[in-house]
C-alpha cells in the first residue's frame, strides 16, 4: 500500500486549497478513505472520510461545511477541499486506509493558515 499526499502550502485565513492523495496496491474503489491532521502537540484526528464509491461522506464537527472530501476511483485519488479556512486549520494532512486490519499512512502534507 503506498499512500501520497500533496498540496499543502500557505494560505491566508478565509483562503481555499485542495489537497489530493494518490494511492496504489490495493483495491481502490472497494475501500472507505480518511483525511486525519495532526497539530502541533495534538494527536491525529480525522477531519473527513469517504465511501468506496464516493457516495457517503462524514466529517469532524470543526470542518462541517467549510471542507468537502471526494474522490476519483478512476484515477486513484482522493481530495480535500478547504475552504473558509481558519488559523487552527494548520497542521500535517494525512490520507489513510484500512486495509486486511491494517491501517496505513502517506507521509504527510503541511497546510499552514495564516491569520
Known amino acids: 500500500v503506498h499512500l501520497v499526499e500533496s498540496g499543502g502550502e500557505l494560505v491566508q485565513a478565509g483562503g481555499s486549497l485542495r489537497l489530493s492523495c494518490s494511492g496504489s496496491?490495493?483495491?481502490?474503489?472497494?475501500?472507505?478513505m480518511s483525511w486525519y491532521r495532526q497539530t502541533p502537540g495534538n494527536e491525529r484526528e480525522r477531519v473527513a472520510s469517504?465511501?468506496?464509491?464516493?457516495?457517503?461522506?462524514n466529517y469532524a464537527d470543526s470542518v462541517k461545511g467549510r471542507f468537502t472530501v471526494s474522490r476519483d476511483n478512476i484515477k486513484s485519488m482522493i481530495y480535500l477541499q478547504l475552504n473558509n479556512s481558519k488559523p487552527e486549520d494548520t497542521g500535517v494532512y494525512f490520507c489513510?486506509?484500512?486495509?486486511?486490519?491494517?491501517?496505513?499512512w502517506g507521509q504527510g502534507t503541511q497546510v499552514t493558515v495564516s491569520s
Open positions: 489513510s486506509v484500512v486495509t486486511f486490519g491494517t491501517r496505513y
Open positions: 469517504v465511501s468506496g464509491s464516493g457516495d457517503m461522506t
Open positions: 496496491g490495493f483495491t481502490f474503489s472497494s475501500l472507505a
